[in-house]
């Protein structure tokens, strides 16, 4: 989330500017040199720092992923390859490639072919892949690049612009001024989170293992931000009950803070960038949804 915030915040412009040819031929030229069959099949549309592709080389399909030009969209391609291979590594075929595009070097990640879900992916099984990463993440070296205090600080620049645009009642807007006060008050133990956990970015393996992609915006948090941060998607909707945070050993009150605030920067974004038009329900009852889980 945080790597999107910042970028729309830079309203980074020259980062867009790609020319998808010109890519693909280099990463071609550069894979011909190790192995005799290279082949791009498609390209699938990019998010908002990376690029993708599937290719065949010597008859493996493989899933290839870029950046945008930038130094700091590189940066946080070699987190994500540090990280996917330390978490798994053992199990699938992950290479890092340096590329020269234009006299400007480009890091790709190429790795095994992974599919998407055939079916929902119910609260239990986010749980088991979030315990799965933080076991391997644990009492590691390794350094990320975002901070959960810059998640609060960006949700109190959130709630101002969205209450300054009208989006928010008064009432609203002191409620979520005080969920932010008291997560800002709250001690929690950090470890590595995904930072942006959503069903798209679960995948699986040929024989079924789960694997969690995109981390690009991985932050130091605490243990439960990722399930958190999973239940503020539209989809985790039909989920939201009185007793679900409990359920899992969660406050609610603390819980739906979270939730609050995460909702209020995907909020600001989605005002930066108009997707909110096509929102079925206005940011405010989003939040209202949320704080309902406490009766």
């Not at 020259?14 to 190790?34: H, P, R, T, W, Y």
């Not at 190429?110 to 599919?115: H, N, S, T, V």
Request: contains cysteine.
């Amino acid at each position: 989330m945080l790597s999107k915030y910042f970028h729309l915040e830079k309203n980074d412009m020259e980062a867009g500017k790609v020319d998808m040819s010109l890519f693909i031929s280099a990463l071609v030229a550069d894979l011909k040199e190790q192995y005799e069959d290279v082949r791009i099949e498609q390209t699938f549309p990019g998010g908002t720092l990376g690029i993708f592709f599937e290719l065949y080389i010597d008859g493996k399909r493989k899933f290839a992923k870029t950046h945008r030009y930038g130094h700091e969209y590189r940066e946080n391609l070699l987190q994500e390859i540090e990280i996917m291979s330390l978490v798994y590594g053992d199990t699938l075929d992950i290479e890092k490639v340096d590329v020269e595009i234009g006299g400007r070097h480009l890091i790709f990640m190429i790795m095994d072919y992974l599919f998407p879900a055939s079916g929902l992916i119910e609260p239990k099984k986010i749980r088991e892949c979030i315990e799965h990463y933080q076991r391997k993440l644990y009492r590691t070296h390794l350094t990320v690049k975002y901070s959960f205090r810059q998640v609060i600080e960006a949700g109190g620049e959130s709630l101002g612009v969205l209450y300054k645009q009208g989006f928010f009642e008064e009432k609203m807007y002191q409620r979520c001024k005080e969920s932010l006060q008291r997560v800002g008050e709250q001690e929690y133990t950090e470890v590595i989170s995904h930072g942006d956990l959503s069903n798209v970015n679960i995948m699986y393996t040929e024989k079924g293992m789960p694997v969690v992609i995109d981390w690009e915006d991985s932050l130091m948090a605490f243990g439960e931000y990722d399930y958190l941060y999973w239940l503020t998607f539209f989809s985790q909707r039909k989920y939201y009950s009185p007793a679900l945070l409990e359920n899992h050993d969660i406050d609610k009150v603390w819980g739906t803070d979270i939730m609050a605030l995460i909702t209020l920067v995907k909020s600001k974004m989605s005002y930066q960038n108009q997707s909110y038009k096509n929102n079925k329900i206005s940011f405010q009852e989003r939040i209202d949804e949320i704080y309902k889980m406490i009766v």
